[in-house]
């Protein structure tokens, strides 16, 4: 089965649609998106250097914007231990000074929303009021939830964007 899709959108203000996956970033857009890029990444930087111990130009020398596998990260000092989730509570509890006979109680995080159709079913409500805007989510779950979801999560996308930021 085949399914034919087209993007609308409207926009209020000179850079709402920033991260819109048809706009393609150059001029001023793109400055502030990079300008985003870096300040994000020297936070990043600074809390690796601090939680570390890490002089800052040893840590640009050896991440320079790189991406590391979990095992060239652990020869570099990058993480302590590879390892799944269990490995990482257990090393917390180590950090937190827990005794090892004790039992730590794991707090589940809420599944996120739909982000797809999240916003949409909000603006609805607005607009429709709460019944005809039941009926909207309710087409929205349907989609979501439906062979459409099926479909568009068994098909391999490739993404394209040759004008991205560099880091």
Known sequence: AKASAHEDAVTR????????????W??????????????TYAAFKARVT????LDPAALEELAGGRVWTGAQAHVNGLVDALG??????????VEAG???SRRVDLVAVAEPKRWLA?????????LFGRRQSQQ????AAFVLDSEL???LERERVWLMAPHLPRI
């Not at 601090?50 to 111990?53: A, L, W």
């Not at 799944?84 to 509890?93: G, K, N, Y």
């Not at 999240?118 to 607005?126: G, I, K, S, T």
């Open 13 to 24: 203000g000179a850079h709402a649609g920033i991260y819109g996956d048809t706009v393609e």
């Open 26 to 39: 150059q001029g001023e857009l793109l400055e502030r998106v990079e300008q985003s890029l870096q300040q």
């Open 50 to 53: 601090e939680g570390r111990s």
């Open 84 to 93: 799944d989730f269990q490995t990482a509570v257990d090393l917390a509890c």
């Open 98 to 100: 827990l005794p090892d």
């Open 118 to 126: 999240a916003e949409p079913v909000a603006a609805a409500q607005l």
């Open 136 to 139: 909207i989510a309710d087409l």
């Open 149 to 151: 979801s099926n479909l």
